[in-house]
């Protein structure tokens, strides 16, 4: 594939970001929002709502990066969505407000562990705290015990703070959901989560972190390949996302044509993306 047709082949799956994030905005605004979390699940709920508007900020973000030389944010922000999908069907499958309480708490540890390493550095070095991060010195007077009370509460076998929610690795928490989800994502994706995690994640953390491996002698036509692929994932993790959030609180009993809408979406993704790259090609009339 040369320049033009990777360029063009990158456009015309932009197109389905746009499609997508416009359809995410649309149910985000119309039907999720308004929910009012169960007082019951009251924090699962809420986790499941702020995934759901962090997918919708993503494909956002998204759409504001049609161009090659965004490809590390673009298969970064494709990363991202993968593990909110995985954590979207994990909360979605517990019904309880388990997992909810462990989503909140994990992130009250991490963010106790942030402020400690900050104050570490100062006392360590012998330099007094900068007013700046009193807030933070605060926060570990303010915190601590009941987030310390809860960490052995909530991850028993795990020492300290533990390295996600679940108390698992991202692997593990993948096959999980996979198990659980793992067909219906399929149908969306045309693979599991568990195939995508093994053949495709490490390439992503390829342009998320340091190092060379994505870049290193590779021709340039390949990053325009690698933005169009994201792009097209980052749109399917993002109908998969407003999907089970859509299911989990029980709007789609009063939607009886969305598994159709959703059908005809894809086609309409499909039609665009295809029309759209051979517009840039000049093969048909635009």
């Not at 360590?124 to 601590?144: C, S, T, V």
């Not at 593990?172 to 994502?185: E, F, M, P, R, T």
Request: net charge negative.
């Amino acid at each position: 594939m040369n320049i033009q047709d990777s360029e063009a082949f990158a456009e015309g799956c932009f197109s389905s970001v746009q499609i997508v994030c416009e359809y995410m905005k649309n149910r985000w605004n119309n039907l999720i929002d308004p929910i009012l979390p169960k007082p019951q699940t009251g924090f699962r709920d809420a986790c499941i709502k702020s995934l759901c508007l962090r997918a919708v900020a993503w494909m956002q973000t998204l759409e504001k990066m049609n161009h090659t030389v965004c490809f590390q944010a673009v298969v970064s922000s494709n990363r991202s969505l993968l593990e909110i999908a995985v954590d979207l069907i994990l909360l979605h499958y517990d019904k309880t407000n388990l997992s909810g309480w462990k989503m909140h708490w994990w992130g009250q540890s991490e963010k106790l562990k942030a402020c400690e390493e900050t104050i570490d550095f100062y006392r360590e070095n012998g330099i007094p705290l900068p007013d700046m991060y009193e807030a933070r010195q605060d926060f570990i007077h303010r915190e601590k015990a009941d987030i310390e009370r809860m960490r052995t509460t909530l991850w028993p076998t795990k020492s300290g703070h533990p390295r996600r929610w679940t108390g698992k690795d991202l692997k593990d928490d993948i096959k999980q959901a996979s198990d659980l989800h793992g067909n219906l994502v399929k149908k969306d994706l045309g693979v599991t989560l568990r195939e995508l995690y093994q053949t495709e994640f490490r390439f992503m953390s390829w342009h998320a972190h340091s190092g060379l491996p994505g870049v290193w002698d590779v021709p340039a036509e390949s990053f325009s390949i690698t933005c169009g692929s994201a792009f097209l994932m980052s749109a399917d993790l993002g109908m998969l996302c407003t999907k089970i959030v859509l299911k989990d609180f029980g709007l789609t009993d009063h939607l009886p044509d969305l598994d159709r809408e959703w059908d005809q979406l894809k086609e309409y993704r499909a039609k665009a993306s295809f029309d759209v790259q051979m517009q840039r090609l000049g093969e048909i009339e635009i």
